[in-house]
């Protein structure tokens, strides 16, 4: 499995959401209006780092912290907008090395992965302008994909055997979450303050005292799909594949262990952001194979998000205050995506 492939498999690890991104840019947006309040969300570019054309936002902490991966020159970095200013996280590799953060916790601390001198890819720790290696499962690649407010990672990363398997870190220490019996994949995208992670193995799981098990598919969906998000009152967002010409996508949250359609019309979506509210984001065609928005779903309310341009985009986090982060086709060149805050 080459690393295009495995950044696909993961849409949260993905900083530029390399699986949908060139037809999110192509999509129409109409304006943004929240559920609660029928106030109108306001969009904010994050803007690029310096001598940079694109960036991508992956997460968002109360505090207002964005996190994601934007282009330098010729590499990709992590960065963390705060303040109104983005700030360059660097790599193992100094200014030659690429990296991505993807998600933040309350205290700062981030998480994604860095280029290594191996060709391969690790997982880092990026906490008060230091840098850690979290090292691997015994292969040459690992992805950091969430971190809770205890420090706790999760992501994925190569075995001794090259075989993919989802990880929790904790206090300097990576263990292997194993696979559903019968697989020899899994990744793991999120953790909450309680401990419970979840992610995919030949399909949506959670992983509950460090043990996996399927999540409830909705009727009519295929056993694939992945679980991508949760919060801490265990509602778990994702999306699940029904059989078709070709594979349609649906965003599904799990509320309680049951699993529910959001309802989104159109053919692919994909939930990737729940907050403790149980308001949720990620993307959606509106015009099958043409037009792809970024959406907020609030307990059954569906609000298509603007972009900067006024088409395309698509959400990948939402904090419990009700900002959202995602991405926007540039408003000077369609082909790059700049980062954007909604609130």
Same mark, same amino acid.
């Given at each position: 499995?080459?690393?295009?492939?495995?950044?696909?498999?993961?849409?949260?690890?993905?900083?530029?959401?390399?699986?949908?991104?060139?037809?999110?840019?192509?999509?129409?947006?109409?304006?943004?209006? %929240?559920?609660?309040?029928?106030?109108?969300?306001?969009?904010?570019?994050?803007?690029?780092?310096?001598?940079?054309?694109?960036?991508?936002?992956?997460?968002?902490?109360?505090?207002?912290?964005?996190?994601? =991966?934007?282009?330098? $020159?010729?590499?990709?970095?992590?960065?963390?907008?705060?303040?109104?200013?983005?700030?360059?996280?660097?790599?193992?590799?100094?200014?030659? $090395?690429?990296?991505?953060?993807?998600?933040?916790?309350?205290?700062?601390?981030?998480?994604?992965?860095?280029? %290594?001198? +191996?060709?391969? #890819?690790?997982?880092?720790?990026?906490?008060?302008?230091?840098? %850690?290696?979290?090292?691997?499962?015994?292969?040459?690649?690992?992805?950091?994909?969430?971190?809770?407010?205890?420090?706790?990672?999760?992501?994925?990363?190569?075995?001794?055997?090259?075989?993919?398997? #989802?990880?929790?870190?904790?206090?300097?220490?990576? &263990? +292997?979450?194993? &696979?559903?019996?019968?697989? &020899?994949?899994?990744? #793991?995208?999120?953790?909450?303050?309680?401990?419970?992670?979840?992610?995919? =193995?030949? $399909?949506?799981?959670?992983?509950?005292?460090?043990?996996?098990?399927?999540?409830?598919?909705?009727?009519?969906?295929?056993?694939?799909? =992945?679980?991508?998000?949760?919060?801490?009152?265990?509602?778990?967002?994702?999306?699940?594949?029904?059989?078709?010409?070709?594979?349609?996508?649906?965003?599904?949250?799990?509320?309680?262990?049951?699993?529910?359609?959001?309802?989104?019309?159109?053919?692919?979506?994909?939930?990737?952001?729940?907050?403790?509210?149980?308001?949720?984001?990620?993307?959606?065609? %509106?015009?099958?194979?043409?037009?792809?928005?970024?959406?907020?779903?609030?307990?059954?309310?569906?609000?298509?998000?603007?972009?900067?341009?006024?088409?395309?985009?698509?959400?990948?986090?939402?904090?419990?205050?009700?900002?959202?982060?995602?991405?926007?086709? =540039?408003?000077?060149?369609?082909?790059?995506?700049? #980062?954007?805050?909604?609130?």
């Amino acid at each position: 499995m080459d690393w295009t492939t495995i950044r696909r498999r993961s849409l949260r690890a993905s900083a530029v959401l390399a699986a949908v991104l060139p037809l999110l840019l192509q999509g129409s947006a109409e304006a943004s209006e %929240t559920a609660a309040g029928r106030r109108t969300l306001q969009i904010v570019d994050l803007g690029t780092l310096p001598g940079g054309v694109w960036s991508a936002a992956t997460a968002i902490n109360d505090r207002g912290w964005v996190v994601g =991966s934007a282009g330098v $020159g010729e590499v990709s970095h992590g960065f963390v907008w705060r303040h109104g200013r983005m700030v360059d996280l660097g790599s193992l590799l100094g200014p030659t $090395g690429s990296s991505a953060a993807n998600d933040v916790n309350e205290r700062g601390e981030i998480v994604g992965y860095s280029t %290594t001198a +191996d060709l391969g #890819a690790s997982a880092v720790l990026w906490h008060r302008g230091q840098i %850690t290696d979290l090292g691997t499962l015994g292969g040459t690649f690992s992805i950091a994909t969430g971190i809770n407010d205890h420090g706790d990672v999760v992501g994925f990363s190569t075995t001794s055997t090259e075989e993919f398997h #989802a990880f929790v870190w904790r206090k300097g220490r990576m &263990t +292997d979450l194993g &696979t559903i019996p019968g697989e &020899t994949f899994s990744s #793991a995208e999120a953790i909450n303050n309680r401990g419970e992670v979840v992610g995919e =193995s030949g $399909g949506p799981v959670a992983w509950r005292r460090g043990v996996p098990a399927r999540l409830g598919l909705v009727p009519g969906a295929d056993e694939f799909g =992945s679980a991508l998000d949760n919060n801490n009152r265990g509602d778990v967002v994702g999306y699940a594949v029904f059989p078709g010409g070709s594979s349609i996508n649906r965003a599904i949250i799990w509320h309680r262990g049951v699993p529910t359609d959001l309802g989104l019309e159109g053919g692919t979506s994909q939930a990737l952001g729940v907050n403790d509210r149980g308001q949720v984001v990620g993307w959606r065609e %509106t015009i099958p194979m043409e037009a792809f928005n970024g959406f907020l779903w609030d307990h059954g309310k569906v609000v298509d998000l603007e972009s900067l341009t006024g088409h395309g985009g698509g959400a990948t986090a939402i904090n419990s205050r009700g900002d959202i982060v995602g991405n926007s086709p =540039s408003p000077t060149d369609d082909f790059f995506s700049h #980062a954007v805050l909604w609130h």
